[in-house]
């Protein structure tokens, strides 16, 4: 299974919203977390089960979708929340990140 | 406070072997199952490998499989990653991850080690 993130890269200006995808190339159910990771830090676990946030996660960050299509949301972008976000799937082995997506500031 | 500290990383040539370690600390390490995730410079994660809370289950990414074997010891708490005839590809920082109880994602990350294959 492969997992396909787009785009990129997004150039958001802060404040506004920022949509990720992630696209699988069979049916994951909803077996999907999202990570964010930061220069020089270790990913952070935001979203699990496709849509339930982690704990501490701040409201802003919504996962949706299930089957082999996946978004993350940011409603409004605050300045650390420009990071790469890796989708990652765990339904059957072996387990797969996605090529990732990284969020700048426009 | 539960943490993760992994070690062992370092300069090898190819065809070498190195052990990577994470020590544990914090929490029942028994209880969970592990795995090791590699991001090589500059590109994205890979899982490696995972082992099950007793040991009794192993898993292993293809691109590894037949070189890399893990294990743990519940006694000491922590995790291994023996890594036999290493390839420049296999050049990244290593991670050790604890697996939430519900399913095979990681709320708890290591620092990660730097292993790097040249000549």
């Known amino acids: 299974i492969v997992m396909t993130q787009s785009p990129d890269t997004l150039s958001v200006s802060p404040g506004e919203r920022a949509t990720l995808s992630c696209r699988a190339s069979?049916?994951?159910?909803?077996?999907l977390a999202w990570y964010q990771q930061k220069p020089g830090q270790v990913p952070r676990l935001l979203i699990y089960?496709?849509?339930t946030r982690a704990t501490g996660v701040p409201a802003r960050f919504t996962g949706s979708g299930s089957g082999t299509e996946f978004t993350l949301t940011i409603s409004s972008l605050q300045s650390e929340d420009f990071a790469v976000y890796y989708c990652?799937?765990?339904?059957?082995?072996?387990?797969?990140f996605g090529g990732g997506t990284k969020v700048e500031i426009k | 406070e539960a943490q993760l500290l992994e070690s062992g990383g370092g300069l090898v040539q190819p065809g070498g072997s190195l052990r990577l370690s994470c020590a544990a600390s914090?929490?029942?390490?028994?209880?969970?199952?592990m795995i090791w995730v590699r991001q090589a410079p500059g590109k994205g994660l890979e899982w490696v490998s995972a082992?099950?809370?007793?040991?009794?289950?192993?898993y292993y990414a293809d691109s590894v499989k037949g070189r890399f074997t893990i294990s743990r010891d519940n006694y000491e708490n922590t995790l291994f990653l023996e890594m036999n005839s290493l390839r420049v590809e296999d050049t990244a920082v290593y991670y050790c991850?604890?697996?939430?109880?519900?399913?095979?994602?990681?709320?708890?990350w290591g620092r990660g080690t730097l292993v790097t294959v040249s000549s």
């Open positions: 991850a604890q697996k939430l109880p519900a399913d095979w994602y990681f709320h708890l």
């Open positions: 089960g496709a849509s």
């Open positions: 914090g929490f029942i390490f028994s209880n969970y199952a």
């Open positions: 990652q799937r765990y339904n059957k082995w072996p387990l797969v």
């Open positions: 082992i099950r809370e007793s040991g009794s289950g192993t």
């Open positions: 069979q049916s994951v159910n909803s077996d």
